[in-house]
């Protein structure tokens, strides 16, 4: 009987290793599975990629030019700790009584408007320089014109990047801008690339892969600063 015992228990020991082990193997296989689903950024719609991020909802107060906006922000419990208090524009605050925060938007760079422009910055599809600083001040001027024209006094959501820092080097927010139209959602830094108002502004950020192929694309079509000579 004691034998019979013994053997029985090994016998569950053993039953119950297998099991385990069993168990082991699917988990991590459905793990994998669930790694390997997750969509690329660079591969997603615009709704997939808004829903899947932190956002904020903003009102677009002033454009300083085609890449940087002041926006009034509209904060709650679930999103304040997004934004720190002391980056707000006190006279805003004072004055006004606005939240205004001063944003870059992320991965693309419109030609200057106030600043000087570098003729090694922008390259056409055929490698050509656009040397002429004339020219590029020029299209900075219809760059501002376009933001103006899409974002003034819009209501926006900006979304931030995963992979970039959340502020550039002078402080300012780094963030995609998008705007809800008829339950579509547009990325604003895209349309300055598919319109030819920017080139992409080489960082660490998801959806470069994505961006560089727009900007080829609008270079090899020569859409609008593109068309150079």
Not at 83 to 93: E, G, N, Q
Not at 195 to 215: C, H, Q, T
Request: a negative charge; one cysteine or more; aromatic letters at 16%.
């Amino acid at each position: 009987m004691k034998d019979d015992s013994n053997k029985l228990n090994f016998g569950n020991c053993i039953f119950y290793t297998i099991i385990m082990i069993i168990l082991a193997s699917v988990l991590s296989f459905s793990g994998c599975i669930a790694f390997s689903l997750e969509k690329n950024p660079n591969e997603m719609n615009n709704t997939e990629f808004f829903n899947s991020h932190e956002k904020i909802l903003a009102k677009v107060d002033k454009i300083v030019d085609g890449d940087t906006v002041y926006v009034d922000v509209i904060l709650n419990d679930s999103n304040s700790y997004l934004i720190d208090p002391w980056d707000f524009d006190s006279k805003s605050k004072e004055q006004y009584n606005k939240s205004v925060i001063k944003l870059r938007l992320l991965g693309v760079d419109t030609p200057e408007t106030y600043g000087n422009n570098y003729p090694d910055e922008y390259i056409t599809y055929n490698g050509i320089f656009i040397s002429n600083l004339t020219y590029l001040k020029l299209w900075g001027n219809y760059a501002k014109n376009y933001t103006i024209d899409e974002l003034t006094n819009k209501t926006v959501y900006l979304i931030f990047d995963k992979k970039s820092d959340k502020k550039g080097k002078y402080g300012r927010y780094l963030v995609y801008i998008f705007l809800e139209n008829d339950g579509r959602y547009v990325n604003f830094n895209e349309e300055l690339l598919h319109n030819g108002y920017a080139r992409v502004y080489i960082s660490d950020f998801e959806l470069k892969e994505k961006f560089l192929k727009i900007e080829e694309n609008s270079k090899k079509n020569k859409i609008r600063m593109w068309d150079y000579p």
